[in-house]
């Protein structure tokens, strides 16, 4: 060190380097830090955050043994983001009036034997991976619908699987029609007029089927047919951005 307090001049480039590699060390650490919020989707408080909210049908108990929606099989997409809490479609073409309706009895499992009957073919159980199922009722309360997204590993399997749950009027005969339970008793019987309209999207097989509520003497079969075509639009739309 010299006399005025000043680094010698052999001792300069050592204390510089030593910045140097202070200042490239900080800089690697901000960047890491940067990515892994990048990557991985933000604060680790923000899941917790949304797991908050209280639906319609968050505490309702389980059907057939089927598990809550926070337990969704790997398989499956969560059952809250594929099947949403209210349905809000305007007038359209295919559905001449406004059709609302709220979501009830969410449920998700990888047992597809829950939501299926006896009678059910192997084309429709066999590598069936899981599914998401729930129920709707139309805000006038005259239109029920039972919902059900079963996962396949592939499109081909699907293929397969989907004429096994029948045409239109085999509602019920082999996906077992998800009523609101114990969320609406009211409505917790099973009326006898049924169709259903079934589709595969990818490795996804959809079954819609819709019921008139009893007492609702003026829901006609092509008000049900309405109902199916609306929500298997809807769930279809969702179902394509998880395949």
């Not at 923000?46 to 398989?75: H, I, Y």
């Amino acid at each position: 060190m010299t006399s005025s307090g000043e680094p010698a001049p052999e001792q300069r480039p050592r204390r510089t380097r030593a910045l140097a590699l202070i200042g490239a060390l900080a800089v690697a650490a901000a960047v890491a830090t940067w990515a892994e919020v990048h990557y991985t989707g933000g604060d680790a408080g923000s899941a917790s955050s949304a797991g908050g909210s209280v639906s319609q049908d968050s505490l309702a108990l389980p059907q057939s043994g089927d598990s809550s929606s926070s337990a969704a099989p790997s398989a499956m997409p969560d059952a809250a983001e594929m099947l949403p809490a209210t349905v809000d479609v305007p007038a359209g073409a295919n559905n001449p009036t406004p059709f609302q309706a709220t979501r009830y009895a969410l449920g998700t499992a990888a047992n597809c034997a829950d939501v299926l009957t006896p009678t059910a073919t192997a084309a429709a159980t066999t590598s069936c991976q899981g599914y998401v199922a729930a129920s709707y009722v139309s805000a006038d309360h005259t239109v029920m619908a039972s919902v059900t997204v079963l996962g396949y590993p592939d499109a081909a399997t699907a293929g397969r699987a989907k004429p096994a749950f029948g045409a239109a009027t085999a509602a019920g005969t082999v996906a077992i029609f998800r009523t609101p339970g114990q969320e609406l008793p009211a409505l917790a019987q099973l009326p006898a007029t049924e169709q259903q309209r079934v589709q595969q999207i990818g490795r996804f097989v959809t079954v819609i089927q819709t019921a008139a509520v009893t007492g609702a003497n003026q829901t006609t079969p092509a008000t049900l047919a309405a109902t199916e075509y609306t929500l298997s639009a809807e769930v279809g739309d969702t179902v394509l951005w998880d395949e």
